[in-house]
C-alpha cells in the first residue's frame, strides 16, 4: 500500500497570500498521472480540483496549480480568497487507493 | 447533471451490519466505477472498495476484505454498500463517488455523494 503523507499539517495564512501544499508517497506512484487533489470544507463532501498531477477539474479556478512526480507532489493556490480556507487531500489512484491526511488551510 | 443521492443516516448496535444506498443519475450508470469512502469524525479519508456497475465486479481495501459487500442493481441505478460486524470504530460518514480515469488505473474522484453518517452506538 502507498502511504501519502501531507505537510504541514496546518497551514496559517491571509488572504491574498501563496499557499503551497506538500504530498509525499512512501514509494513511486506508477504514473504522475495518478495523483489527484481535493478541497473539503466543513459539513461538506471533498470536491475533485485537480487529476493527473496538474489538471484542472471542471470549474477550477486557475489560481490553483499542481505540479510533481514520482514521490514528491504540491498543491499551489496562487492568491487565496476567502473561500479557500479548508482542508486539502492528495490521492493516488494507480494502485489500491490511497489519500493523505490532509492539510488545513486556516486564516491567520 | 451528474448527481449521486445517498441513502439517510442510520443508527446501528455493535455487532450489527449497515446497508447504504446512492442512486445515480444523469449520466450512463454502467459506463464508470463507483467508489466507497469513509471519513471518521475529525478524520481524514479512508477508501473502501469499488465496483463495476457494468459487470458487478468488485475491488476492497485490505482492510476491509471480508467485512463490507459491494453490490449494484442496474435496473434503478443504485450502488449499495454493506458493511457487517460494526464497531464504534465504524461511526463514520460514508460516501459514493464516481470515478474518472483511465482502464488501468482506479481513476479519481468527482461526484462524490451527499455523505450518509453511520453511528456504532450500544
Known amino acids: 500500500e502507498i502511504v501519502l503523507t501531507q505537510s504541514p499539517g496546518t497551514l496559517s495564512l491571509s488572504p491574498g497570500e501563496r499557499a503551497t501544499l506538500s504530498c509525499r508517497a512512501s514509494q513511486s506512484v506508477s504514473s504522475s498521472s495518478y495523483l489527484a487533489w481535493y478541497q473539503q470544507k466543513p459539513g461538506q463532501a471533498p470536491r475533485l480540483l485537480i487529476y493527473?498531477?496538474?489538471t484542472r477539474a471542471t470549474g477550477i479556478p486557475d489560481r490553483f496549480s499542481g505540479s510533481g512526480s514520482g514521490t514528491d507532489f504540491t498543491l499551489t493556490i496562487s492568491r487565496l480568497e476567502p473561500e479557500d480556507f479548508a482542508v486539502y487531500y492528495c490521492q493516488q489512484h494507480g494502485t489500491s487507493p490511497s489519500f493523505g491526511g490532509g492539510t488545513k488551510v486556516e486564516i491567520k | 447533471q451528474v448527481q449521486l443521492v445517498q441513502s439517510g443516516a442510520e443508527v446501528k448496535k455493535p455487532g450489527a451490519s449497515v446497508k447504504v444506498s446512492c442512486k445515480a443519475s444523469?449520466?450512463?450508470?454502467?459506463?464508470?466505477?463507483l467508489h466507497w469512502v469513509r471519513q471518521a469524525p475529525g478524520q481524514g479519508l479512508e477508501w473502501m472498495g469499488r465496483i463495476s456497475p457494468n459487470s458487478g465486479g468488485t475491488n476492497y481495501a485490505q482492510k476491509f476484505q471480508g467485512r463490507v459487500t459491494v453490490t449494484r442493481d442496474t435496473s434503478i441505478s443504485t450502488v449499495y454498500m454493506e458493511l457487517s460486524r460494526l464497531t464504534s470504530d465504524d461511526t463514520a460518514v460514508y460516501y459514493c463517488?464516481?470515478?474518472?480515469?483511465?482502464?488501468?488505473?482506479?481513476?479519481?474522484?468527482?461526484?462524490w455523494g451527499q455523505g450518509t453518517l453511520v453511528t456504532v452506538s450500544s
Open positions: 463517488a464516481r470515478a474518472g480515469g483511465c482502464s488501468t488505473c482506479y481513476g479519481w474522484l468527482d461526484p
Open positions: 444523469g449520466y450512463t450508470f454502467t459506463g464508470y466505477f
Open positions: 493527473d498531477t496538474s
